[in-house]
């Protein structure tokens, strides 16, 4: 391994990985921009380099912009990337009271750390965990795509009715677009720009960035957009940061778990990383009721996952060929126009490039908490403009990034359809976060229902009897009861003591 990590300290490596790393930042602190776009960009260029060269651009960029996209989710409510979403709860609200560069800190080191956890997974669970992501079908991941969405009865912080409603909206839109078992149009009033569906990314932007800037206008207030500003005066010492870690060694480590399994499920992604990882974490805390008012766990959570899912992804792909993201679907498109075939023969075949990849992941760590630091104190710098330049660069960059998806104007009204109806639930105090998630796993479980039942000649049991499945829903029920019997509990001890 050691041998493997020394063969990369090469300009010819090191140059093309680093400024790769430099545009993840950039991407994913751009509203809208994925990382998956990212590596789609750069993938091309790699083509005449060495193998580990342009897989060191990959992983690079790809680690970066998963925790960049977090910058703009903690000081402008604007989600960089989709496993942003859940750093905006709590991050923000840091932000507001002033708190906003300790918060960006803790996602920084955190996002390093989970990344790290990830990849030692990665390294020395690979084909145990590889067979478990194997054995999960539509019956599994419907159950999982379930688990998720209960998360949104975790994370709204008012009433449970409005949550509902938040997150049956979410569900109605996701609806939208061709049916996938019929294939016939849904919803779409023979508009073309809607048989695709509705990407759920501008349906981001828009919820979180425009309704900002419209709820900022309409306040017609003199303060900054966030706390971020009134941090610049002061920094952030390194020891603060590792005394809130120090204080949720439990959180990360349960985070990175989380991220890294549900990384190695193919299709899942970090952003379901994220999210589940953001429920569990308020589900098993002491101080639930602290969650999105700025909790030091709501921001430790979702970013420690998100970056650990990455490691995961690579679990599948290396071992059995089968893509954990899009992200590595991409890559293994790559790899076979480098003449490398993933598999289980891969870790005998091409024993120097797999602990060269391993390296490359682990080094990647390293230059992220140097790069990221940057990009923070690049990003920061934006607060010195005037509050209405601040408000009009957000809206801009929105906008741009919403169109530069897939080149559609579309995407554009899209961004301000639905930074108008965030602007009115906000009014009504209508959680957003719900909305996105049920956008989100909409699609994944109506999907996985459907061909399931067709499987099973539409017989529910089959989503009950496997092992697995079963357990899942062991574990929602359990999640639904534990509240009330908590509740019940305190009431019996109390008549005790009566």
């Not at 956890?117 to 054995?135: D, E, H, N, R, W």
């Not at 061709?178 to 023979?190: A, C, L, Q």
């Not at 023969?345 to 391993?358: G, H, P, S, T, W």
Request: aromatic share 10%; hydrophobic share 55%; net charge positive.
């Amino acid at each position: 391994m050691l041998e493997a990590a020394l063969s990369l300290m090469r300009l010819d490596i090191l140059l093309p990985w680093i400024l790769a790393m430099v545009l993840g930042v950039f991407i994913g602190a751009m509203p809208g921009l994925t990382a998956t776009m990212g590596v789609a960009l750069i993938v091309p260029l790699t083509f005449h380099m060495q193998p580990i060269a342009g897989l060191a651009m990959i992983l690079g960029l790809s680690f970066t912009a998963i925790f960049a996209g977090d910058i703009p989710a903690t000081f402008l409510r604007v989600p960089g990337t989709p496993a942003s979403g859940a750093a905006v709860l709590d991050g923000y609200e840091m932000s507001k009271k002033g708190k906003g560069s300790l918060a960006i800190m803790i996602d920084l080191f955190c996002s390093t750390l989970g990344g790290l956890i990830g990849v030692i997974l990665l390294i020395t669970v690979s084909p145990t965990l590889a067979k478990f992501a194997l054995k999960f079908t539509h019956f599994e991941y419907f159950w999982l795509g379930v688990l998720g969405l209960s998360m949104s009865a975790v994370i709204t912080k008012e009433s449970n009715v409005k949550g509902l409603i938040s997150i049956s909206g979410g569900l109605l839109i996701s609806t939208i677009g061709i049916d996938p078992s019929t294939g016939f149009p849904r919803f779409t009033f023979n508009n073309l720009n809607l048989m695709g569906g509705i990407n759920f990314i501008p349906v981001m932007i828009g919820l979180f960035g425009i309704s900002e800037v419209l709820r900022a206008i309409s306040s017609q207030s003199q303060d900054q957009l966030s706390g971020a500003a009134v941090l610049q005066r002061g920094r952030v010492k390194i020891l603060d940061v590792f005394k809130v870690m120090g204080r949720n060694k439990r959180v990360i480590a349960q985070s990175s778990l989380i991220g890294t399994i549900i990384g190695a499920l193919p299709g899942a992604g970090a952003d379901i990383a994220a999210w589940v990882s953001y429920g569990v974490a308020k589900k098993t805390s002491k101080k639930p009721e602290a969650f999105g008012t700025g909790s030091e766990e709501g921001v430790v959570a979702p970013t420690t996952a998100n970056n650990a899912a990455l490691g995961g992804t690579w679990i599948p792909a290396l071992v059995f060929g089968i893509p954990g993201d899009t992200i590595t679907a991409i890559v293994l498109g790559a790899m076979l126009m480098y003449g490398l075939k993933p598999g289980p023969l891969v870790f005998q075949d091409n024993k120097i490039l797999i602990n060269q990849i391993f390296s490359v992941a682990l080094i990647s760590q390293v230059f992220l908490l140097i790069l990221g630091f940057l990009g923070i104190k690049a990003f920061t710098w934006v607060f010195k403009f005037p509050k209405n330049v601040v408000l009009a660069g957000i809206t801009i960059f929105s906008l741009v990034g919403a169109y530069a998806i897939r080149m559609n104007s579309f995407d554009v009204f899209m961004v301000v359809l639905f930074g108008i109806i965030g602007f009115f639930m906000e009014k009504v105090k209508v959680p957003l976060a719900p909305f996105i998630l049920g956008l989100v796993l909409g699609p994944m479980i109506e999907d996985n229902l459907r061909i399931g039942l067709i499987k099973s000649d539409g017989r529910i049991l089959p989503f009950l009897t496997r092992p697995i499945s079963a357990t899942f829903a062991l574990i929602l029920l359990a999640l639904f009861l534990y509240e009330p019997a908590v509740l019940l509990v305190k009431k019996l001890r109390t008549k005790k003591a009566a």
